[in-house]
DNA sequence: GCCGTTTTCGGCCCGACTGTTTTCAGTCG
């Protein structure tokens, strides 16, 4: 029994090793991307293995990737990374992590001095060893000590929702300099993805350089990191990277554009862009040198013959694709929602404000105003009905069986799936069968809106695929808790869900 | 390591910033 997470671990391993190793920057992308590739998979590569697929019609997967993978999946090792792990000690992984600190010059201190460890390291920073190498100044070898003490944050990412009110709080700062045009907050935190890493903010002045200037003034700035002309990067006393880019209002396009991302959906842009002759960067779309588009993100994509597509989408899951065969989602938007099928009881009233035209809650109760479902909620492992209710919600732990999920099929409503993103804890079940069979029985997928415990947009767009309904719900206890359904429509948005996905956009859900 | 309707070899996205240089390599996003 091997998940997709661990074969993605074991190819990502690989891809650092190699790195330091000195291998072919675009082999060690052949890994990692074939690692994003499995771990952001709703289909279980244990089964594909075992059913035979060739694996090799995978975007990225090619013969030896393939071999690879099916060796791991069958033998649960990779003896190329076993070879790589004997022949590489495990510390100079760990040095990856520090900021400054890349493969060739990681290869460099290892070649010189035989450094394995973070320890060792230290010692040669600070004992004037490391400022022997060619290209090892002593800012360098400040940064590298100050990166050893912070390794532990490198690599925490921030829930949306816990960065919405700071990143508000920015673009309300760097609009009140003058001279400011535009001030837009791009990358994952414009894609709406669950969680963010940093965030990437774009402003349109007429002098940039004194906006930069203005915003590492931002109160909450602890650290600058770096502040050139048109790009700077601080960080806030929460350790949130903020990176702030200055563009020119005619490149204001390419620029949102190329910042808001994904990486994969820019890198396949510019790939279609070569194959037309034309190059695209951050200022632009140029055709013989000569610009042609960059004004707005529309124009971009059409001088590349493409469909603008909504930022949710570009993961590059697909979404070119359905841009050239004209079957891009028309995506689902928080004004359609019509009811929130699991709120407190005592919060109806606040739902009437809403607009609501129905509710779900926990008991049984009857009003002229709103129409008020009474839901109950079954942990699938213990399936004991003993009251009435209108639906029922059958709950997906942790230690939920794959027998007692489809037993529970046959019975609930709806199925929601636990999930805890900070812990970093997903159900391993073959949900691509679960699916198939809430399809058959008419059972919709519930997502649940809380920050957290958000289900994957990848399962999401892979339960649509196959028919399966959501019903979009906030789970509130509070009246502040009422608002999270926006959190809820953002990760279907991701998941590709059209109004005629969701149940709760009609005026009567059942 | 992957990929291909001009290619089975020779490309693979592209630019800013930093620190070290004396013109550029490494890192990062």
Request: hydrophobic share 40%; net charge negative.
């Amino acid at each position: 029994m091997i998940t997709n997470k661990e074969i993605a671990d074991m190819l990502s391993q690989t891809a650092n090793l190699l790195e330091i190793k000195g291998e072919n920057p675009f082999k060690v992308r052949a890994y990692r991307n074939a690692a994003k590739l499995i771990e952001n998979s709703s289909k279980d590569f244990e089964k594909l293995v075992k059913e035979g697929f060739d694996l090799t019609k995978l975007p990225g997967i090619g013969n030896d990737l393939s071999t690879y993978i099916k060796e791991i999946v069958t033998t649960g090792k990779f003896s190329k990374l076993e070879e790589l792990k004997k022949e590489i000690p495990e510390g100079l992984i760990d040095m990856l992590s520090i900021e400054g600190l890349g493969p060739k010059r990681i290869k460099q201190i290892y070649d010189a001095f035989g450094v394995t460890s973070l320890d060792e390291l230290k010692k040669y920073a600070e004992n004037g060893e490391l400022d022997k190498l060619p290209g090892f100044g002593p800012t360098l070898i400040q940064k590298i000590l100050k990166g050893i003490k912070q390794l532990k944050k490198a690599g925490i990412r921030f829930l949306w929702a816990d960065v919405e009110d700071m990143a508000e709080d920015l673009r309300e700062y760097l609009s009140k300099f003058p001279g400011v045009e535009i001030v837009e907050i791009a990358g994952s935190y414009r894609r709406r993805k669950e969680t963010v890493g940093d965030l990437d903010i774009l402003v349109v002045a007429e002098d940039y350089m004194k906006v930069s200037e203005y915003f590492v003034k931002y109160p909450r700035v602890k650290e600058i990191h770096s502040a050139g002309l048109t790009r700077s990067t601080v960080f806030l006393d929460n350790d949130l990277q903020i990176d702030l880019r200055a563009v020119s209002r005619e490149s204001y396009g390419a620029a949102l554009h190329y910042f808001t991302g994904s990486k994969a959906h820019n890198i396949e842009i510019r790939k279609i862009a070569i194959d037309k002759d034309m190059k695209v960067n951050e200022y632009g779309v140029y055709k013989n040198d000569k610009k042609i588009a960059g004004k707005t993100e529309e124009e971009v994509y059409e001088a590349v013959g493409l469909c603008y597509m909504e930022p949710e989408l570009r993961e590059n899951r697909g979404e070119i694709e359905a841009c050239l065969n004209h079957s891009l989602p028309n995506l689902v938007n928080l004004e359609d929602i019509k009811g929130d099928l699991n709120i407190s009881v005592d919060l109806i009233d606040e739902a009437i404000k809403l607009g609501y035209k129905y509710v779900g809650v926990n008991a049984k109760i009857k009003r002229d105003d709103i129409k008020v479902y009474k839901i109950l909620e079954v942990d699938v492992n213990k399936l004991e009905i003993n009251e009435d209710y209108d639906f029922l919600v059958g709950i997906v732990n942790e230690n939920a069986t794959s027998e007692n999920i489809l037993k529970a099929i046959k019975k609930v409503d709806f199925l929601r799936f636990f999930r805890d993103i900070q812990a970093k804890k997903e159900l391993n079940i073959d949900f691509e069968t679960i699916f198939e069979e809430m399809k058959k029985e008419n059972v919709a997928l519930e997502v649940i809106s809380k920050p957290n415990n958000l289900i994957s947009e990848v399962l999401i767009k892979s339960a649509i695929s196959k028919g399966v309904k959501i019903s979009i719900v906030s789970g509130a206890k509070t009246k502040k808790e009422l608002n999270f359904i926006k959190y809820g429509v953002n990760q279907s948005r991701r998941g590709w869900a059209e109004n005629k996905d969701v149940i709760n956009v009609s005026d009567n859900p059942f």
